[in-house]
């Protein structure tokens, strides 16, 4: 098992974390305080005009980040290119008709060069961030994505595919290395990863100590942002800030949809919860 990693300093100049980090991205979405909250386009199947709608109803709750669904690159019921323009221009409108601050994550995960690709499509199109999941891609690409001066966009890791390197067995990678520390060394600026309590097999200790992981001072690397999801409820937020504290983004996935259909309402009730929180925890 690989239980720590220690870097010379020569490697540091060479993988330098995170471009924007924790307090970088605070100040792309104009949420200096409170814990975040970032909002994701699914399910599979659903067409691509109202993926954009849910995403313009989104911004308008007060969304910190909307990123695609995992499992969403470039099926063809859901177009990559079309998906992301129509969902990069939902979220600028919204941003600028109500003084928002949203970004917009398109996943831009695939097969080799396709990667790069799909991620100067993105900024292009008006995606504002890029997610990958290594697990599927490899580091790598990750790297190449964080260090590419033209591109310059926060980017979310995804742990899909992860989980057989960090699973019980008789090898493989401590949890808060594979999914903490090695993504932000490599330039991820947020790291979803598993939370505990839902349908997932993570403890709170596993979960506590990833999010660490993400956020510890490691030379000049910036903090990044810790992403939990999964069983991240209305009635465990409180619990769950209580644990993970206000520099969390917090990855609110079906209980945002179990509140009813009104997507804008949800968000800003989540919005508000996450602030009253907030001042508790100060």
């Known amino acids: 098992w690989v239980v720590d990693i220690e870097l010379c300093p020569t490697l540091f100049d060479v993988f330098k974390g995170p ?21 994701v386009i699914k399910p599979m199947g659903t067409p691509n005009e109202e993926l954009a709608r849910m995403c313009a109803a989104y911004t308008r709750g007060g969304v910190d980040v909307i990123k695609d669904d995992h499992g969403i690159t470039n099926q063809s019921f859901s177009q990559f290119k079309d998906r992301v323009t129509r969902c990069a221009a939902a979220v600028r409108e919204m941003n600028e008709a109500h003084e928002k601050y949203a970004l917009y994550a398109a996943n831009v995960s695939g097969d080799g060069t396709d990667v790069l690709e799909r991620a100067y499509f993105a900024k292009e199109a008006g995606a504002t961030a890029l997610m990958v999941a290594t697990g599927l891609v490899g580091s790598g690409w990750l790297h190449k994505l964080a260090a590419d001066e033209k591109l310059r966009l926060p980017i979310i890791h995804h742990p899909a595919y992860s989980g057989g390197f960090v699973s019980p067995g008789v090898s493989g990678i401590a949890d808060y290395l594979q999914l903490g520390f090695l993504p932000r060394l490599f330039g991820a600026d947020m790291m979803v990863f598993v939370s505990y309590g839902g349908r997932f097999t993570f403890t709170q200790e596993q979960c506590k100590r990833i999010a660490a992981y993400i956020k510890h001072p490691v030379g000049l690397v910036k903090a ?24 969390t983004m917090f990855l609110v996935g079906g209980d945002m949809f179990r509140r009813g259909p ?7 009730y989540f919005v508000n919860r996450l602030e009253e929180l907030s001042e508790l925890k100060r």
Do not use: K, W
């Open 19 to 39: 471009l924007f980090g924790l307090h970088g991205i605070r100040r792309l979405v104009e949420t200096p305080t409170r814990p975040m909250i970032q909002a």
């Open 224 to 247: 990044g942002c810790p992403a939990p999801g999964g069983g991240v409820t209305d009635a465990r937020l409180t619990e769950l800030v209580e644990l993970y504290g206000n520099d």
């Open 262 to 268: 009104d997507l804008e309402s949800n968000m800003a």
